[in-house]
């Protein structure tokens, strides 16, 4: 399974231990991990991920098929959870695999730029000051747009 | 013609999904958004600025310009927040 | 342990949970592995790598220091093996955690590109056509000097 | 002092190291490979190519030019290949 969106908690480990199972072709495995941040200054109890589930497979398997074309990718791999989390547990991984490193990273950037932007979950997290929606980030469309 | 709300949108609605029947001349979704503003002030509130809803038909992002011919479910939902 | 130069191979995964674990301020952590490569147009049956021990810590300390401040990272992790290993072996594992991805991604890049030119490991491979030293390669060189 | 070889250049002189008394003219690391050199026909020929020389000292990189004034270990190596 190459595109994930899934309810519940994954282990990172796990998943990129059987990523880069019998890929002998391939040097360089690039993981991008996300975790739910809380810190003293902005501290939360939960994050909720609402997400529209076919259309998120939609736009992962678009963006996934791109990526593989664009930078040589032996594979790719996008977990994306959706739910109620807590700080610290992974919230979504991008695993990719190239001959070498410049690709497997640029390939794992992208993705995650695009990701940011283009697939359907919406975040809202609850801390202190209660609960509210996370709005999206002009600097998330200035990541994505220097790969047009 | 199944309506999906997502995010904030949907909370301010207080609905998920809705079905509707527009007429004839609601040809794009901004059409489907503009009449349905027409009849619901709720949802003329709520879409007030448009440059923050997103759409999408039968699964698949689009544009407001968009065409709803053949469109089964449309999505309407505020700029992602995913990754 | 943030610096690990050793013998015995070590298992990706099980280094990834463990790093991220219990960093509830961060939200992105990158992680590069290295493997070792065979293709059908380069086939190898072993990879040995030497190493100068003493060495390799004080160079990878210091790459890992310069990498913490540069990219405000809030930890950093560099795992090298050397010995003899087969292809799909992970030989080098680099990770990286910071509030915010670029950050993450740039800190990881930064420490592979410095790594493969300034840290003292030397590959040799055994393949159908013998036994032979791998060259230094300049396009090394040039992903290193884009950092200074 | 200690000298140490790492990888081919370990291989082609058949030894992982050595010890060595240099006179005191011996003040650099380029001084040292220039007097071993002098003195060994084959230590002359691996490090004929200086450029491919990389030098440490107490393992701390070093340029060729630096003083060895307090080193107790030399290692001498090829480009490294890490990573």
Same mark, same amino acid.
């Given at each position: ?8 908690? +994954?282990? *990172? ?5 059987? +990523? ?8 360089? @495995?690039?993981? +991008? ?6 810190? *003293?200054?902005? *501290? ?30 032996? !594979?790719?791999?996008?977990?994306? %959870? ?7 547990? *992974? ?12 690709? !497997?990273?640029?390939? @794992? ?11 359907? +979950? ?20 200035? !990541?994505?747009? %220097?790969?047009? | #013609? ?17 079905? =509707?029947?527009?007429?004839?001349? =609601?040809?794009? =979704?901004?059409?489907? &958004?503009?009449? #349905? ?23 698949? &992002? ?17 700029? #992602?927040?995913?990754?």
């Amino acid at each position: 399974m190459t595109v994930r969106v899934i309810s519940q908690h +994954f282990d *990172p480990g796990e998943q990129i231990n059987a +990523f880069v199972k019998d890929h002998h072709g391939a040097g360089a @495995a690039v993981t +991008f991990t996300g975790l739910v941040r809380s810190s *003293p200054s902005d *501290p939360i109890t939960t994050l909720t991920l609402e997400c529209y589930p076919e259309l998120a497979v939609n736009q992962l398997d678009a963006i996934r098929s791109e990526a593989l074309t664009r930078f040589n990718l032996l !594979a790719a791999t996008i977990i994306h %959870r959706y739910g109620t989390m807590k700080p610290g547990n *992974p919230i979504v991984q991008v695993m990719t695999l190239a001959p070498h490193r410049g690709d !497997a990273f640029d390939g @794992a950037q992208f993705l995650m730029d695009y990701l940011k932007t283009d697939a359907p +979950f919406w975040k809202k997290e609850t801390g202190p000051a209660g609960t509210k929606w996370i709005e999206s980030k002009s600097s998330d469309d200035r !990541a994505r747009a %220097r790969w047009e | #013609m199944r309506v999906l709300y997502f995010a904030w949108l949907r909370e301010r609605l207080d609905r998920s999904e809705q079905q =509707v029947e527009p007429p004839e001349q =609601v040809k794009t =979704v901004a059409d489907l &958004i503009n009449w #349905m503003a027409e009849n619901d002030e709720a949802f003329a509130l709520a879409v007030e600025k448009r440059s923050l809803i997103r759409a999408a038909i039968n699964a698949q &992002i689009v544009s407001h310009d968009a065409s709803l011919a053949d469109a089964h479910t449309i999505a309407l939902f505020p700029p #992602m927040t995913g990754g």
